[in-house]
C-alpha cells in the first residue's frame, strides 16, 4: 500500500523518475529546498511499500486575505503510478490543509495541451478559471516542439468560499497575460 508522507530532503536524490515526464517543471535544488523550508507541511510525497517515490505534491498558499489560497506548484506521478489515484490521494491532502489554513480555494497552472490532466482535475472539482496566454515558454509542450503554451489557471472552491466567488463557468473564454497573474 502506497503511504503519503512529508518530503525530505533526501528525497531530492530519488525522485528523478518521477520527473522525467515532458510535462513535468524541473527546478534546481534550491527552489525545491526553498518550498520545504517555506512550507514543510505542503511537499507531500507518496511512497511504496518498499520505500519507492511513486509521486510528490509541491504547494504552498499564498494571497491576499480574501484570496488566501492554496496552490499547487508541481504534482508528478511516477509512470508505472498513473491512473492508481495517487494525484487525487495529494491534492486530496493539500483541500485538507487549504481548508485548515481558511483558505478560499485552491488554484493550479496546466498546460492547454495536457488533456489527460486537465480531465483529472475536472473529475476532482476543479474548473477552469482563465486562461493565460504564453504561460509557458520554451521547450516542452506535449509535442517537444511548441516554443510557447498557453496554460488554464483551474481552481475549485474550497468551503470558505460559500458563495463560489473564486470559481467562473467558461473561464476558457477568459483571456489574460502573464504578467496579470500574481497573489
Known sequence: MT??????????????????????????LPYYLT??????????????????????????????????????TALSISPPYRRLHHAQILMQELERLTDV???????????TGNEVAIGMYRKLGYSVYRRVVGYYSGPGGP???????????????????????????????FHVDPSSVYF
Open 143 to 173: 509535442r517537444g516542439d511548441v516554443d510557447e503554451e498557453d496554460a488554464f489557471d483551474m481552481r475549485k472552491s474550497m468551503k470558505r468560499d460559500v458563495k463560489g466567488e473564486h470559481v467562473r463557468e467558461n473561464g476558457e473564454n
Open 35 to 72: 518550498y520545504l523550508s517555506r512550507w514543510p507541511n505542503l511537499f507531500s510525497v507518496l511512497a511504496s511499500p518498499s520505500g519507492t517515490l511513486t509521486g510528490y505534491l509541491m504547494s504552498k498558499t499564498e494571497g491576499q486575505p480574501h484570496e488566501w489560497h492554496g496552490h499547487v
Open 3 to 28: 503511504s503519503l508522507r512529508s518530503f525530505h530532503p533526501l528525497d531530492l536524490l530519488s525522485f528523478n523518475l518521477i520527473n522525467l515526464d515532458p510535462l513535468t517543471e524541473t527546478y534546481d
Open 101 to 111: 489554513y481558511q483558505g478560499w480555494f485552491v488554484d493550479l497552472f496546466v498546460r
